[in-house]
């Protein structure tokens, strides 16, 4: 419809938004029997991830076709923009219901149910023995002798200062060298491009090994699991939906040094790079709030 | 998918249209996504209505007549969630993807294609959610808010019900980030943001509520699911969380959310009442202050829904006093409102009925509202059906009122017919007198002590319920005038002008009725005299 609006585009009809929606759909219900205790929702489930990615590689095909073809003005461009930037935004107060969860544990709930404040009757009469101490080694139900618990204890927690600060490192320098592969860019340099955003690339995947590393340690000599009490489940949620978010930014970041090699992008027109650069900084500054509120403090 | 090869043949369409099940499918069109939203709002009010009737039907008499209580709260539960995540929300959107694009003077909404996604969710959301009343365990019955640890008991209904709101939310997100990309960055030349009609404006200050909250809300059922099926102990003291940790994220996320179903109500109300009282709004630019102070302020109110829970009395203070505040600018648009009609030349056809009551039903439930921020008030008023009174007060002749005015004033834009005055005044007139008679009783029943969610009551609490139960049914058969008048419409009917309503100003009243399938083609330049008002 391009040529009847001379000052605007809008997209012919497209099957994709249907096909998401499907792909979702069909994850959403394999992930729920999944959980319901049947096998066959894995099967399920397995469908809608293939359907996932065949929706975002043929989506941004499409859109990717559009862009090279010249379909796009400025006014598309900065829709796209405005559109990333709100995406991250809500990205950011997704994390933020996590913090959230995690500031209320270690401020209010861990110290009322030690019986700080007006809730000394309940540590009195449910867990007199029980400690408040962060991070929370044993939770409230295992103080009593003799009872059960439902939760793992720990025995350890990782050190800030020692896997985490390296990850720090690395996540601060692919910072850096994706900056320095978009100074590249613009400068039309491809080789610079090429080679800073495979620095990136490899940092990124670095510290996701790194952090798979930390896990297993985790799990197999700390005693820190998922089902820890409090501390495990702050920490695994927040670590773990943050390494979903960098292994997702590492992904795009691969599909973007891969169009860069095949010599998409221009030094003036190159949203797609951009956009996934935001949310690499993105997972960046989430890393950071980690390293310092879940880590160290 | 190629622009190219399909206008090879079609230069000689001026406004060719898509056809056939692929032109809804697979649309890229403001006003068929807009439609679908409106049709499926329609559509769900009545299944959500349904359920209500249910409700009202079990609660005609003490006792148990029709259904068992775990099927009762499931009717609350989901009546409710159906409701705000199926009808009125969708309806706002719809509306504001029908005018959005024609108020600002562009061809469509920025992002076309994820318009369409945000829409197709909608269907399939709510087929998760439903289909949770055939399951073992039934359907959700702990309350649309999900409170731990009671939602944790529903059985094999739990993991859709939290993959429903999940998916509902990524709904609203892509809804939301296409508005706010479509008004900065659509609008037509000279169309500055002080110039812009007040529901566009209500809208993008909703599109931020929506962006802010929908991910917290997707946190909160998150921790739900983990606590359930991964061992975590987010919401169990037993494991150093805390039940009421959820009702704190819950409502940081619910209580934005009854602005981002107010808002738009107030951006129709807006458009309206200038609109037949012939007179240009009365201090534009407060309104727009006013709106985004409480869109500001609703992020520090939330927990005023739980001042029963327990919470230090420092907070019980602070969230009381911040709850009060937001009466001052609400009360500005009140008065803004009042103040557009002072001296106006007004008529009363069917929107501008709805739109005056309105005015007036809504700040009942504003008032009951106030009452329940004192927190040693509310006390005593807390989970009885006086808050069942106050938030469908401001929901039903508020939110829903404003929507149908909204209906009744664009149907004629929409359709190119007008629709039929008389039947639209016999559904006002009908809903307004049912509408109170169906909720105003239930101011009663709570203070007097009947509590909400429980399907049995005192004897004493008796003849208010028949009155509201009566109300509720007649209430509900009205609605059905509403699909006739605009199936009426959409048939037929004498054709309507441009301008269709003689005080109505602004770019959507340069276009014809109906409009151009793309609005403007080219950009249209805004002056003083075509903005709004």
């Given at each position: 419809m391009s040529e009847s609006h001379s000052a605007y585009f809008i997209p012919e009809p497209s099957r994709w938004p249907i096909v998401g929606t499907l792909a979702l759909f069909v994850s959403f219900i394999g992930g729920a029997i999944m959980l319901n205790g049947s096998g066959f929702g894995t099967f399920i489930l397995g469908l809608g991830a293939g359907a996932i990615i065949y929706l975002f590689s043929g989506w941004f095909s499409d859109v990717i076709c559009e862009s090279i073809r010249g379909s796009y003005n400025r006014q598309v461009d900065t829709s796209f923009r405005w559109g990333m930037s709100w995406f991250i935004f809500s990205e950011v107060m997704f994390f933020a219901a996590f913090f959230g969860a995690l500031f209320y544990a270690r401020i209010y709930s861990v110290p009322w149910i030690g019986?700080?404040?007006?809730k000394l009757p309940t540590h009195e009469f449910l867990w007199p023995m029980f400690e408040a101490i962060w991070p929370l080694m044993t939770t409230p139900d295992a103080t009593i002798e003799g009872g059960t618990t439902a939760y793992n204890q720990i025995k350890e927690v990782i050190p800030a200062w020692g896997v985490p600060a390296v990850n720090t490192l690395i996540l601060l320098s692919s910072g850096v060298t994706v900056t320095l592969a978009h100074w590249s860019l613009k400068k039309n340099n491809r080789k610079g491009l090429c080679w800073w955003l495979f620095a990136t690339v490899v940092l990124g995947f670095l510290f996701v090994t790194l952090q798979a590393t930390e896990y297993a340690h985790a799990y197999h000599e700390l005693g820190l699991k998922l089902s820890s009490g409090i501390y495990g489940s702050t920490f695994f949620m927040l670590t773990g939906f943050h390494g979903f978010h960098v292994t997702m930014g590492a992904t795009m970041l691969t599909v973007i040094l891969a169009r860069s090699i095949k010599g998409h992008f221009t030094h003036e027109n190159h949203f797609a790079f951009e956009a996934v650069a935001w949310y690499w900084h993105f997972v960046d500054v989430v890393w950071l709030g980690l390293f310092i509120f879940v880590y160290w403090l | 998918m190629s622009e190219a090869v399909i206008h090879n043949g079609h230069h000689d369409h001026h406004d060719h249209k898509p056809y056939g099940i692929g032109r809804w499918l697979f649309s890229t069109n403001h006003k068929d996504i807009g439609t679908m939203y409106l049709v499926f709002a329609l559509i769900m009010f009545f299944v959500g209505g349904a359920m209500a009737m249910v409700i009202r039907a079990e609660l005609?008499?003490?006792?148990?007549?029709?259904?068992?209580p775990l099927f009762f709260n499931s009717m609350t539960t989901i009546h409710a969630l159906v409701m705000i995540f199926g009808a009125v929300m969708p309806a706002g959107v719809g509306l504001a993807n029908w005018m959005i694009p024609m108020m600002i003077g562009s061809p469509d909404m920025a992002l076309p294609r994820l318009n369409n996604m945000s829409f197709w969710i909608l269907p399939f959301a709510f087929t998760l959610l439903l289909s949770t009343f055939f399951m073992p365990g039934g359907a959700p019955a702990g309350g649309w808010t999900m409170y731990p640890p009671l939602v944790l008991?529903?059985?094999?209904?739990f993991p859709f019900l939290i993959f429903a709101i999940h998916f509902l939310g990524i709904s609203s997100i892509l809804g939301a980030i296409n508005i706010i990309a479509t008004v900065f960055n659509m609008r037509a030349p000279g169309m500055t943001f002080m110039k812009l009609p007040l529901f566009v404006w209500t809208w993008i200050i909703t599109a931020f509520l929506l962006i802010a909250t929908m991910p917290v809300l997707a946190g909160s059922v998150t921790m739900l699911l983990t606590d359930k099926f991964f061992g975590t102990s987010f919401f169990s003291a037993a494991g150093g969380?805390?039940?009421v940790m959820f009702q704190h994220v819950f409502w940081f996320f619910g209580h934005p959310e009854v602005y981002i179903l107010i808002l738009p109500a107030f951006g129709i109300v807006s458009q309206i009442i200038p609109a037949f009282a012939r007179k240009p709004l009365f201090g534009y630019e407060s309104m727009v202050y006013a709106t985004a102070s409480i869109a500001f302020l609703s992020f520090f109110v939330w927990a005023h829904h739980m001042f029963t829970v327990g919470m230090p009395l420092t907070g019980e203070l602070f969230f009381m006093y911040a709850t009060m505040s937001i009466a001052v600018p609400t009360g500005v648009k009140i008065f803004n409102w009042v103040a557009t009609m002072w001296k106006g030349s007004m008529t009363f056809e069917t929107p501008m009925l709805f739109a005056v009551s309105f005015v007036v039903l809504f700040s009942i439930g504003g008032f009951t509202g106030l009452m329940m921020g004192i927190t040693p008030v509310d006390f005593q008023y807390h989970d009885t059906y006086f808050i069942v009174a106050h938030f469908h007060y401001v929901l039903v002749p508020g939110a829903i009122f404003a929507l149908m005015a909204g209906v009744y004033f664009w149907l004629p834009k929409w359709t190119g017919h007008m629709y039929d005055e008389r039947l639209g005044k016999i559904h006002f007139w009908l809903s307004a007198i049912f509408v109170n008679m169906l909720f105003f009783p239930q101011h009663f029943l709570g203070l007097a002590g009947m509590p909400r969610r429980i399907p049995d009551y005192n004897v004493q609490f008796t003849e208010w319920n028949m009155v509201s139960s009566i109300g509720g049914f007649a209430f509900g058969l009205s609605q059905l005038i509403l699909v006739w008048v605009v199936i009426k419409c959409v048939r037929g009917g004498q054709k309507a002008t441009d301008q269709v309503w003689e005080g109505a100003h602004g770019l959507e009243w340069t276009l014809p009725s109906p409009p151009p399938f793309h609005s403007f083609t080219t950009p249209p330049q805004v002056t003083d005299a075509t903005a709004h008002s």
């Open positions: 019986g700080e404040g007006a | 005609f008499q003490p006792g148990l007549q029709f259904v068992n008991q529903l059985g094999d209904g969380g805390d039940p």
